[in-house]
Structures are given as structure tokens and as C-alpha cells.
């Protein structure tokens, strides 16, 4: 199985400044991979798939980029909203899919 | 519009099973497959197992596959996920979330249901 690690697991931001998560597969997934947001009570949301095309009315200031083993998320510019939990997930080749554990974007 | 709509809350008490459904709307049922995604309270996102609506084919994680089935009934657009003798590590959020691109099972999850509560408890 293909194991996802995702850094920092807590990241504080203020509104208006970037941000960066990185997500690492232990083995390539090429660009098959995705990432989502989840708030509190909430039901994950698709913002990035194929390492780096955004999902279907995803602001632009969410990119993604990478392949292989190494994946980044940046967020330009956060927006209140963006205070959340984001997961990656690599679905290459075959399952099992798997997740990273997450990394928190929370308020500074 | 497209949307997942799954049932309620259910508790159980070890041993039992649960059985969860996530009734599609807004696009073809058969032509996109079905994951099943759970997490625990505080924990991260697992992925259990996958369903194709097309044929039925399955494709399930090594660690609930002996006790876990998936099926579809295509009649009402209802996928259903059965988990057989509960343990209190069961206690999660499931959620059913369809593959992104038709007849393709290796993709992201664009469309999530609102996710069902099923605690494990005696």
C-alpha cells in the first residue's frame, strides 16, 4: 500500500497571506493525485485532481503542482473560508487508494 | 443537480452490522463508480472499497474486506454498503463519493454524500 505523508500537520496563517502544504507518496503515483478540503461537520471537497487541474468552481487562488513522489498545495492568498483541514489522496494504477493525514490551516 | 444523499445515524452494538445507502440524483447512476470512505472521530479519511454501478464489480481495502459488501440497485440510483460484526473501532462518518469520469476507476472523488454517524457501542 502506498503510504501518504503530509506536512506540517498544523499550519497558522493569517487572512491575506499564503500558505504551502506538501504531501509525499512512498512511491510515485505519477500525477494521480488529488486534494480536498474538509470543514468541521462537513463532508470533504474536491479542489484539486491530477496533481495540478482544479476542480469545478475552485477559486484560482488554490494551485496544486508536482508528480512523482512529491506534491504541493499553495493557497495564494487566504480567505476566511479557506480555514479548514486538506487532505491528499493518490489513486494510481490501483487500489487501495490512500490518504494523508491531513494537515489543519488554522487562524493565526 | 448531481448529489448523494445517504441515510441516517445508526447505533449498534458489537457484532451486529449496519448496512448504509447513498441514493444518487441528477446524473447516470450506472456510469460512474462508487467509493465508500470512512473516518473516525478526529482521525483521517480511509478508504474502504469501490463499486462499479455498471456491473457490480467491487474492489475492496484488505482491512474490512472479510466483513465488508457493497452493492447497487440501479432500479432507484441506491448504492449500499453493508459492514458485518461491528467493533467499537467502527464508530466513523461513512460517506459514499463518486469516481469524477465516467467508466474510470482510478480517479478523484468529485461528488460526496453528506455522510452517515454510525457508533459502536454496547
Known amino acids: 500500500e502506498i503510504v501518504m505523508t503530509q506536512s506540517p500537520a498544523t499550519l497558522s496563517v493569517s487572512a491575506g497571506e499564503g500558505a504551502t502544504l506538501s504531501c509525499r507518496a512512498s512511491?510515485?503515483?505519477?500525477?494521480?493525485l488529488a486534494w480536498y478540503q474538509q470543514k468541521p461537520g462537513q463532508a470533504p471537497r474536491l479542489l484539486i485532481y491530477?496533481?495540478?487541474t482544479r476542480a469545478t468552481g475552485i477559486p484560482a487562488r488554490f494551485s496544486g503542482s508536482g508528480s512523482g513522489t512529491e506534491f504541493t498545495l499553495t493557497i495564494s492568498s487566504l480567505h476566511s473560508e479557506d480555514f479548514a483541514v486538506y487532505y491528499c489522496?493518490?489513486?494510481?494504477?490501483?487500489?487501495?487508494?490512500?490518504f494523508g493525514q491531513g494537515t489543519k490551516v488554522e487562524i493565526k | 443537480q448531481v448529489q448523494l444523499v445517504q441515510s441516517g445515524a445508526e447505533v449498534k452494538k458489537p457484532g451486529a452490522s449496519v448496512k448504509v445507502s447513498c441514493k444518487a440524483s441528477?446524473?447516470?447512476?450506472?456510469?460512474?463508480?462508487i467509493n465508500w470512505v470512512r473516518q473516525a472521530p478526529g482521525q483521517g479519511l480511509e478508504w474502504m472499497g469501490w463499486i462499479s454501478p455498471y456491473n457490480g464489480g467491487t474492489n475492496y481495502a484488505h482491512n474490512v474486506q472479510d466483513r465488508v459488501t457493497m452493492t447497487t440497485d440501479t432500479s432507484t440510483s441506491t448504492a449500499y454498503m453493508e459492514l458485518r460484526s461491528l467493533r467499537s473501532d467502527d464508530t466513523a462518518v461513512y460517506y459514499c463519493?463518486?469516481?469524477?469520469?465516467?467508466?474510470?476507476?482510478?480517479?478523484?472523488?468529485?461528488?460526496w454524500g453528506q455522510g452517515t454517524m454510525v457508533t459502536v457501542s454496547s
Open positions: 489522496q493518490q489513486y494510481n494504477n490501483r487500489p487501495p487508494w490512500t
Open positions: 491530477g496533481a495540478s
Open positions: 463519493a463518486r469516481d469524477r469520469r465516467i467508466a474510470v476507476a482510478a480517479d478523484a472523488f468529485d461528488i
Open positions: 441528477g446524473y447516470t447512476f450506472t456510469s460512474y463508480g
Open positions: 512511491e510515485s503515483v505519477s500525477s494521480n
